[in-house]
């Protein structure tokens, strides 16, 4: 009886510092990418006020040309040269 409670004393030992290690490494590795993902996330964020205003660009075309207003080929190509340098 003693020996099967040393074995399981021993095993549980051993499973805590497996699960320690494990949790060791995961945090290690999520502080890593943690600083990668920063500059990302920024980007992303330009990316969208980017998009927002091309978005309302378009809008505006749209509007000009139910008005029948002669700058939207104006707007027009404002829109091209943005969307193209967003590629």
């Known amino acids: 009886m003693q020996r099967l409670q040393e074995f399981i004393a021993e095993a549980g030992a051993a499973l805590a510092r497996g699960i ?3 949790l060791e ?3 290690a590795e999520r502080r890593s990418h943690a600083e990668s993902v920063a500059p990302s996330a920024e ?3 330009q990316s969208l006020l980017a998009l927002k205003a091309i978005e309302e660009r378009i809008a505006e075309i749209r509007q000009s040309v139910w008005e029948g207003e002669t700058e939207d080929t104006d707007r027009l190509s404002m829109v091209c040269s943005t969307n193209s340098a967003l590629r």
């Open 43 to 45: 980007a992303i964020d």
């Open 20 to 22: 320690a290690e494990v």
């Open 25 to 27: 490494r995961a945090l």
